[in-house]
């Protein structure tokens, strides 16, 4: 049980263009996805804390208009990068989680590539 | 600010030994710690977690033990085995917000 996929697993974009990834909730009802970005070779950084229903709430230094995230329902949420440029090239993990709890299901990451 | 980090980044092992992997914390307020494994090209998979009211867990070969006397975490592998060979992180949490520690790559010899 608690299954997360993402969509798509790897995408390459040119530069100035958006991608959407999507990140779904297979098997249980997610009230909070995290948006997490993940450089080579180094750990996972929280980009983003969405509520389904409300507007995701983004951690310092994370600019949520070039990285706008939707959780329109318990079971999806997406990331949009948008005019997206090669520095936005990294690896995306999301996560879910039911309320108030502390674990939280990952997500098989999407590996974005800009050129 | 504070945050979750570890003292080795890498691991050497022997098929068959033992692995102790560390992590420090710094964030006394942290009230949860977990242990995630990371297989390359992968999402974090849980192994074990820990409350701070407690000082050891165990899960099926592996144990964490906590002391918060000096902020220490670890996670011991038993009869490690060449599928253990991964990235692994600690994380806390911090109103249901997990701070991942930087990691430290495990690697299992044949």
């Known amino acids: 049980g608690a299954v997360v996929s993402q969509h798509p697993s790897r995408v390459i974009c040119k530069s100035g263009t958006s991608v959407k990834i999507e990140c779904r909730s297979l098997?249980?009802?997610?009230?909070?996805m995290f948006w997490y970005r993940q450089f080579p070779k180094q750990s996972l950084m929280l980009m983003a804390t969405s509520n389904e229903g409300s507007k995701a709430t983004y951690e310092q230094g994370v600019e949520k208009d070039k990285f706008l995230i939707n959780h329109a329902s318990l079971t999806l949420s997406t990331l949009t990068v948008t005019s997206a440029h090669p520095e936005d090239s990294s690896f995306y993990i999301c996560?879910?989680?039911?309320?108030?709890?502390?674990?939280?299901?990952f997500g098989p990451g999407t590996r974005l590539t800009v050129t | 600010g504070e945050s979750v980090g570890l003292h080795l980044p890498t691991l050497s092992v022997q098929e068959g030994d033992n692995s102790i992997i560390n992590c420090a914390y710094s964030?006394?307020?942290?009230?949860?710690f977990i242990w995630y494994k990371q297989e390359s090209g992968k999402g974090p998979q849980f192994i074990i977690d820990?409350?701070?009211?407690?000082d050891k867990r165990q899960g099926q070969r592996v144990t964490v033990l906590l002391n918060k006397t000096v902020k220490h975490l670890s996670l011991q592998i038993a009869a490690t085995q060449p599928g253990d060979s991964a990235v692994y992180f600690c994380?806390?949490?911090?109103?249901?917000?997990?701070?991942f520690g930087a990691g430290t790559t495990v690697t299992v010899r044949a």
């Open positions: 994380a806390e949490t911090n109103d249901y917000k997990l701070s």
């Open positions: 996560s879910g989680a039911l309320a108030e709890t502390y674990e939280q299901y």
């Open positions: 098997d249980f009802q997610a009230t909070t």
């Open positions: 820990i409350r701070s009211n407690m």
């Open positions: 964030n006394s307020a942290s009230d949860y």
